[in-house]
């Protein structure tokens, strides 16, 4: 349970986590802290403390967080080809069955969805049009199940880094569900210079995937 992140809190910042009592609130939060362009992972508590995250980093945040209003802590990792773009990873939840999410991204369409969405892949494929590299390529292909963050319970996710880690890992190990039929990749257009823009806008550029081609 999330007690040990509560009690490794000052009382200010328990106040103020044990405050985000809907998913709209966690994602305000997030949105309100700088995206953080550095590879190492950190853990709920360290989010808290420092006040900046990746988007792994939010995601476990979020999860946290969801699981201290009733939600269970669950996972999904969005993915690209090798080369082409950084994955994207979801703090899921459900309500009356239909899916949500809330994330940390450098790219504003990346970010919150309302619990609307009949099924997984429908929420998954909402990210689509907005899940572009720095070329403009339309990079999204995969997605795995929700991965629950209980089962890393025994290595203290919520207030250790090596538990963030261990998540990563976990999460590039889960099996991959394709989004395209084959051959649809190479019929995909560029973004338009629009939505390039109104993706990237405030984005830190230093955070963001540099494709190998």
């Known amino acids: 349970m999330n007690e040990t992140l509560l009690n490794a809190l000052t009382k200010e910042q328990r106040d103020e986590f044990l405050a985000l009592t809907t998913p709209a609130m966690i994602q305000a939060t997030l949105d309100a802290i700088p995206y953080s362009a550095e590879h190492a992972n950190r853990c709920p508590l360290r989010v808290i403390q420092e006040r900046k995250a990746h988007c792994l980093d939010g995601a476990i945040f979020a999860a946290a967080a969801l699981r201290q209003i009733g939600f269970r802590p669950l996972l999904v990792d969005l993915n690209a080809d090798a080369g082409m773009d950084d994955d994207h990873v979801l703090a899921i939840y459900q309500v009356g069955g239909a899916y949500g999410a809330v994330a940390q991204s450098n790219f504003v369409g990346l970010r919150f969805r309302e619990a609307v969405y009949r099924s997984l892949r429908e929420l998954v494929m909402s990210y689509f049009e907005a899940y572009f590299n720095v070329k403009g390529v339309k990079t999204l292909r995969t997605y795995t199940a929700p991965y629950d963050l209980s089962h890393f319970d ?40 629009l939505s390039y823009q109104a993706g990237l806008l405030e984005g830190d550029l230093d955070g963001l995937y540099k494709p190998a081609q």
């Open 154 to 193: 025994a290595l203290d996710w919520l207030v250790s880094d090596a538990g963030a880690d261990a998540i990563e890992h976990r999460l590039a190990s889960l099996h991959r569900y394709p989004l395209l039929a084959p051959g649809m990749a190479s019929t995909l257009s560029r973004v338009d210079p």
